[in-house]
């Protein structure tokens, strides 16, 4: 039967519509079989079970629904991962927006700001995509090749790339957070922004780099080929020779050196960090009686280490399950062993990564709860914006409403004209020294006052 008659066979036959769409694709894909001289699919002409005609119209070329599961891809990615979003950029912005007042400068909070601008990346950068493919419905429709290859970079390599960032990020805050509390002596040293900086900078050069290579991995090409009983324009995507080789070593070091390693450090770091907050606990009551003002500091040490604890657990809490997932459909793939059906891996990892984006907007609220000092700014920034002033000079605030620090002995600025002038150090925690200045008015050389005026300048510390 030649293929006019075959596919004329489809038309006319009983099929129901979706059988009679796969038996036109299957004829015209031996056209297109033919025309590039290659073996015909379809044999006899049509006519078999739907799973056959399925197994025979497996397309080489770009397709978005064969590339995920519509029956989870429509309802997650189109609709779940864009809410998600909306909430994550409010929470994201906030967080960026109140720790990166000049006052909130420290190496923890850079790494905090930097943890969630990388998250809103990793959000955001896919989801004009999945709107367009599962929202819009346009994953049913052929590809070109423009739109395809902008597929993979938004909905795959920039994604890693932001995650993989976030993931040393977090590793970077606990190794900062457990020098501080276990070698405090080496903190002024290892600690700095400058050094946070540069660390940062690391990361995403190490995230970029191992990612750039998949850029380049596939050969593009556009082609006619069949689409529901019509030839029309579509992308051939195949992978090139030396990506067979590269792939295999991409997928295990982002494995063993992005998922499983930065969880495994990040669990012990964390049990650290218990245990001293275990130990600082249990001496909350000796130092309470030797030192009111010293334990008051220890208090807010320790709620700053539980906060960051908290940060790490759900960190681990949403990472894990899809470390494990990795793990085991990167054996399936290599030794070709059967450990999980591949439709239940991919329905594994895409709500794997669904609670991930979920974990993204809950950082917002551990930080409003556990920081006393964010919450402070939080409400000037956002609430309470119009109750104080701020100098322009040289990021000074002088003659705050609401102060910042109070001194030991109480009181504000005094009659004679005190001024407080708060500014800020680079150490993990934000130090707001407090420094009295006579504005008018001289204090005798020999007046009792002076030892008093330097108790009141001693500097007191303001954690995260």
Not at 128 to 151: E, I, S
């Amino acid at each position: 039967m030649d293929m006019e008659l075959s596919l004329q066979y489809c038309m006319n036959s009983t099929f129901n519509q979706s059988t009679r769409a796969e038996c036109c694709d299957a004829v015209m894909e031996d056209m297109w079989r033919m025309v590039r001289g290659e073996n015909l699919t379809l044999g006899t002409g049509g006519g078999g079970g739907d799973s056959d005609l399925q197994q025979q119209i497996k397309s080489p070329y770009y397709n978005m629904t064969n590339l995920r599961d519509t029956n989870f891809s429509i309802p997650v990615y189109g609709y779940v991962t864009p809410f998600l979003l909306i909430i994550t950029f409010f929470t994201n912005v906030v967080v960026v927006a109140v720790l990166s007042r000049p006052h909130m400068r420290s190496p923890s909070n850079f790494i905090l700001c930097a943890m969630a601008v990388s998250d809103l990346c990793t959000l955001g950068i896919p989801v004009p995509m999945f709107v367009y493919q599962y929202t819009l419905g346009f994953h049913r429709n052929p590809v070109p090749c423009y739109l395809a290859v902008l597929d993979m970079i938004m909905t795959d390599i920039l994604p890693t790339i932001c995650h993989s960032a976030s993931i040393w990020l977090t590793l970077m805050l606990a190794v900062q957070r457990y020098i501080y509390v276990c070698h405090p002596g080496k903190a002024r040293i290892w600690c700095t922004i400058p050094r946070v900086t540069f660390g940062t900078a690391v990361i995403y050069t190490v995230s970029a780099s191992y990612n750039l290579p998949r850029l380049f991995q596939n050969t593009v090409e556009s082609a006619v080929a069949p689409w529901e009983c019509q030839m029309v324009n579509q992308c051939s995507v195949e992978l090139k020779k030396w990506a067979y080789s590269y792939l295999p070593v991409f997928f295990w070091f982002r494995i063993v050196c992005v998922n499983v390693l930065p969880c495994v450090l990040l669990v012990l770091l964390n049990s650290f960090l218990v245990k001293s907050l275990k130990e600082a606990q249990a001496n909350r009551k000796r130092l309470f009686r030797e030192r009111k003002q010293e334990s008051s500091k220890q208090r807010d040490n320790n709620c700053t280490t539980m906060m960051l604890v908290a940060v790490v657990f759900v960190f681990l809490a949403v990472e894990l399950p899809l470390a494990c997932a990795l793990v085991i459909f990167i054996i399936q793939q290599t030794w070709g062993v059967d450990i999980i059906p591949e439709n239940i891996m991919h329905i594994l990892i895409l709500f794997s990564n669904l609670c991930i984006a979920l974990s993204y907007s809950i950082y917002f609220p551990i930080y409003c709860s556990m920081s006393r000092q964010f919450r402070e700014t939080f409400k000037e920034l956002f609430i309470r914006a119009k109750q104080f002033t701020q100098d322009t000079r040289n990021g000074v605030r002088v003659g705050s409403k609401r102060r910042r620090t109070q001194l030991r002995n109480g009181g504000g600025c005094s009659e004679n004209g005190t001024v407080f002038i708060s500014t800020a150090d680079n150490d993990d925690e934000t130090f707001n020294r407090t420094v009295v200045a006579q504005v008018s008015g001289d204090t005798p050389a020999n007046s009792d006052e002076g030892p008093a005026k330097e108790n009141e300048a001693k500097e007191s510390e303001t954690l995260l």
